[in-house]
């Protein structure tokens, strides 16, 4: 496990944004891009949203080396009972993952829908505790996604719930460029 300090972290603590609100990945896309503006490296990987354009590939692109974005999975929708297809990306992006987040490399790993992966069974809880009990000390850990296991909230530093109260969605308003992709 790395130790050595990079930019401006003594020590890096474990954020959670879970919760069935809007709002988790937004979260922790607006801490990766402040971090990057005080010259932070930061990497975020996002599973179950691949090969999608979303305004922050974009923004990240234009900020230039501080901070990558990087999703990871098919476009397909994953399922409850995953296709071999996403275990095996799914266990590929976690060897990267756990790469970064050790590595002492960043700052800032935001692991996006990391939660959604435990649950749906892509990568197993177990593997999940070791990568924070193995974080380079001075890595800030986010992971996002609904349904967090009790024991990364045990583990976590901070736990953010976004509970939805009202939603455009279920009065028909589709996604919109700019907002929500």
Same mark, same amino acid.
């Given at each position: 496990?790395?130790?050595?300090? =990079?930019?401006?972290?003594?020590?890096?603590? +474990?954020?959670?944004?879970?919760?069935?609100?809007?709002?988790?990945?937004? #979260?922790?896309?607006?801490?990766?891009?402040?971090?990057?503006?005080?010259?932070?490296? =930061? !990497?975020?990987?996002?599973? @179950?949203?691949?090969?999608?354009? !979303?305004?922050? $590939?974009?923004?990240?692109?234009?900020?230039?080396?501080?901070?990558?974005?990087?999703? =990871?999975?098919? &476009? %397909?929708?994953? %399922?409850?009972?995953?296709?071999?297809?996403? *275990?095996?990306?799914?266990?590929? %992006?976690? #060897?990267?993952?756990?790469?970064?987040?050790?590595?002492?490399? !960043?700052? *800032?790993?935001?692991?996006?829908? @990391?939660?959604? +992966? +435990?649950?749906?069974?892509?990568?197993?809880?177990?593997?999940? &505790?070791?990568?924070?009990?193995? &974080?380079? *000390?001075?890595?800030? $850990? +986010?992971?996002?996604?609904?349904? =967090?296991?009790?024991?990364?909230?045990?583990?976590?530093? *901070?736990?953010?719930? @976004?509970?939805?109260? &009202?939603?455009? !969605?279920?009065?028909?308003? %589709?996604?919109?460029?700019?907002?929500?992709?």
């Amino acid at each position: 496990m790395a130790t050595e300090q =990079v930019r401006g972290l003594k020590k890096g603590l +474990v954020q959670i944004y879970t919760g069935n609100g809007k709002g988790k990945t937004t #979260a922790s896309l607006g801490l990766a891009f402040r971090a990057a503006g005080h010259d932070f490296r =930061v !990497y975020v990987m996002q599973f @179950m949203k691949g090969q999608t354009v !979303y305004g922050e $590939l974009e923004a990240a692109r234009r900020l230039g080396s501080n901070i990558t974005i990087e999703q =990871v999975g098919r &476009k %397909a929708f994953v %399922a409850r009972e995953p296709d071999p297809q996403d *275990l095996e990306m799914a266990r590929e %992006a976690f #060897a990267r993952a756990r790469a970064l987040v050790t590595s002492g490399d !960043y700052d *800032l790993v935001v692991l996006d829908e @990391m939660n959604c +992966v +435990v649950d749906y069974g892509l990568i197993p809880l177990e593997e999940v &505790k070791m990568l924070i009990r193995d &974080k380079a *000390l001075h890595t800030e $850990l +986010v992971m996002t996604g609904r349904n =967090v296991h009790p024991d990364i909230i045990e583990m976590a530093d *901070l736990v953010t719930e @976004m509970r939805e109260i &009202k939603h455009y !969605y279920n009065a028909g308003q %589709a996604a919109r460029r700019g907002i929500e992709s």
